[in-house]
């Protein structure tokens, strides 16, 4: 099992320019979440979903758009980069069972700049 | 709304002396507690989680925590550090009502240095 894996794992963009960062977990989890993570801030949650084809909200959404088309594979987008955008960012699975979260798994991170 | 306070970024210790490390949290139900450690340039692995089963969880590496809800903490503590322990801490909660599904709320994390 490869777990919880991240494309790319470093980018450059400039101020302006879209990319897309994929997620792609194997062990069949309902729960997906993209976070970041900021010097002195820990992690704090973007979008997450709940199942193929659900998205929704975190705590800080703005500037992100997210697509969960097949169970395996999470999407996170920047439609227009800023530079408050430069972060670590983390994808994470999980599942659920009788209502008791059970921990996440971390993919290892992209780290992204936007100049 | 939940929430988790750590208190310290940086903890110092020496070689073979206990680590603890600080956490508290606010939330509007029973919560699910979880420790995170990040290793330099690496994603998070779960040290421990508390689920209501027992307040004393053990983890992995020889980490143990324990939930004291009258004090609202769920410290993490390791008898003797190792250089190996050197890393980034994360506290973490969800809120059982959620199922977990809705993420995790994380403290702002502790850098645990060991001097030799």
């Known amino acids: 099992n490869a777990g919880v894996t991240q494309t790319p794992k470093f980018r450059v963009l400039k101020t302006g320019q879209s990319m897309t960062l994929l997620c792609a977990q194997d062990m069949n989890h309902e729960y997906m979440y993209w976070y970041r993570q900021d010097p002195g801030m820990g992690l704090r949650l973007i979008h997450y979903?709940?199942?193929?084809?659900?998205?929704a909200k975190g705590e800080v959404p703005d500037g992100y758009n997210v697509s969960r088309l097949k169970k395996q594979n999470f999407l996170l987008g920047l439609e227009s980069a800023a530079p408050s955008q430069t972060s670590v960012y983390f994808c994470?699975?999980?599942?659920?069972?009788?209502?008791?979260?059970?921990?996440?798994?971390f993919g290892p991170g992209t780290r992204l700049t936007v100049t | 709304a939940q929430s988790v306070t750590q208190l310290g970024s940086h903890v110092s210790v020496s070689e073979g002396a206990l680590v603890l490390l600080r956490c508290n949290y606010s939330s509007s139900v029973p919560p699910y507690l979880f420790w995170y450690v990040q290793y330099p340039n690496q994603g998070l692995q779960l040290l421990l989680k508390?689920?209501?089963?027992?307040?004393l969880v053990k983890g992995i590496n020889g980490f143990e925590a324990e939930f004291k809800k009258s004090e609202t903490s769920f410290h993490l503590t390791k008898p003797s550090a190792h250089m190996s322990d050197a890393a980034e801490y994360f506290c973490a909660v969800s809120e059982s009502s959620g199922g977990g599904a809705d993420g995790l709320t994380f403290g702002k994390g502790t850098h645990l240095i060991i001097q030799p």
């Open positions: 508390y689920t209501s089963a027992a307040t």
């Open positions: 994470a699975s999980s599942f659920s069972t009788g209502g008791l979260p059970y921990e996440q798994y």
């Open positions: 979903s709940v199942g193929e084809g659900t998205t």
